[in-house]
């Protein structure tokens, strides 16, 4: 007579020519086709699974039916509940994904696939570090899975990325600043120079606003909803910061805009368009002006230069007046020290002067 099988180890019975298993999971009851016309392979079968259970995981059958789609709404939904910026980036990396990956399974989204997927993104012509940054959310999206027991951490494939290119090295030195700062419409002047001088980025700066200004502390504190990092960035207004909040606050007064919140502003009619003298103007936050920095760099002879590089620039502009390293993170909202050494790039003028300063102080005259 067969040994009858405790209560726990679940059973196993005939489904027409294939044997199936049933067991127990979290008071739930599960039944899975063992895929076999052999009671003892079907046996074999309960016991893995019974003994994946005893150590803890889930059954894998659950993990079976998550779907990239799942993935993707468990992505967004985690996105907006934790405030991250960057959210149409993310939307525009999951739409390229979904031209490949859309209706599959989870758990058949593997290696293979995942680098066809990178040869045709690359063959389209986008950038190798493109490519990284939409197998960056496809990543993130399997490891949220993982979090919310919607995949199993061994069934994650291997998602390997391009090799880093070599950081950017766009800069401009003060006497090319001094050249674009001319070109510039006057509303976009202040904006040069305030990122010139503490190397915010763009987004940073058009969103700042009176209500983080402390001008009799001369303080500027940026929201940790503001800043990449998430976290809040108190930095002190420099002379230079200063006058150009200074001036910003006149002009708001002459503009007739004592109540616009945003520090820097353009004014604009109604329509939008050109402004003329007789027409009613109002105070508009400054959105994308691409063109018109386009023009401004062509004007100052930097084609190609890009408003981010003013970030570069002016983090080495601080290094090279004294500035310790510590406190121009702290000022340029670099988080972590490996990011901030790719926009320190030390170039042979750096070199020149650091060795000539060694000279004088090193006395050669050995009579």
């Given at each position: 007579m067969a040994k009858r099988r405790s209560r726990g180890e679940g059973s196993v019975y005939l489904r027409g020519?294939?044997?199936?298993?049933?067991?127990?999971?979290?008071?739930?009851?599960?039944?899975?086709?063992?895929?076999?016309d052999k009671k003892t392979d079907a046996i074999e079968y309960l016991k893995k699974k019974?003994?994946?259970i005893a150590a803890g995981h889930r059954p894998s059958i659950e993990f079976e039916k998550t779907t990239f789609e799942d993935l993707k709404k468990t992505y967004l939904t985690?996105?907006?509940?934790?405030?991250?910026k960057d959210k149409e980036r993310a939307e525009l990396a999951i739409q390229?994904?979904?031209?490949?990956?859309k209706g599959y399974r989870a758990i058949d989204i593997r290696e293979q696939g995942i680098e066809e997927y990178s040869k045709k993104r690359l063959e389209e012509g986008v950038t190798p570090s493109t490519v990284n940054r939409e197998l960056s959310v496809l990543r993130a999206m399997f490891r949220l899975?993982?979090?919310?027991?919607?995949?199993?951490?061994?069934?994650?494939?291997?998602?390997?990325?391009?090799?880093?290119?070599?950081?950017?090295?766009?800069?401009?030195?003060?006497e090319q600043y001094e050249k674009l700062l001319s070109a510039c419409p006057e509303w976009l002047k202040p904006v040069l120079t305030f990122a010139f001088q503490t190397g915010w980025r763009k987004e940073e700066i058009l969103g700042l606003e009176w209500a983080h200004v402390d001008m009799k502390?001369?303080?500027?504190?940026l929201p940790g909803r503001m800043s990449k990092s998430g976290y809040s960035r108190p930095i002190y207004a420099d002379d230079v910061v200063n006058s150009v909040l200074k001036a910003q606050r006149e002009k708001r007064l002459e503009d007739g805009a004592r109540t616009f919140e945003y520090v820097f502003y353009r004014m604009r009619s109604k329509s939008g368009s050109r402004t003329t003298?007789?027409?009613?103007?109002?105070?508009?936050?400054?959105?994308?002006?691409?063109?018109?920095?386009?023009?401004?760099?062509?004007?100052?002879?930097?084609?190609?230069?890009?408003?981010?590089?003013?970030?570069?620039?002016?983090?080495?502009?601080?290094?090279?007046?004294?500035?310790?390293?510590?406190v121009a993170m702290e000022i340029s909202g670099h988080k972590t020290r490996s990011v901030f050494d790719r926009y320190n790039i030390v170039d042979l003028e750096d070199q020149k002067a650091a060795a000539q300063r060694r000279i004088q102080k090193i006395s050669v005259n050995y009579s």
């Open positions: 020519n294939t044997w199936w298993i049933q067991y127990r999971a979290d008071n739930k009851v599960y039944n899975e086709s063992a895929k076999t019974v003994g994946e985690n996105f907006e509940k934790r405030g991250k390229h994904l979904e031209e490949v990956f899975g993982v979090k919310y027991k919607m995949a199993s951490a061994d069934r994650v494939p291997f998602i390997e990325m391009h090799p880093s290119a070599e950081p950017r090295q766009g800069f401009i030195e003060r502390e001369r303080q500027i504190t003298r007789k027409e009613k103007r109002h105070p508009e936050r400054i959105g994308n002006f691409k063109k018109v920095w386009v023009k401004a760099c062509k004007t100052a002879g930097l084609e190609g230069l890009l408003f981010h590089d003013l970030r570069r620039s002016a983090i080495r502009e601080m290094v090279r007046n004294g500035y310790s390293e510590r």
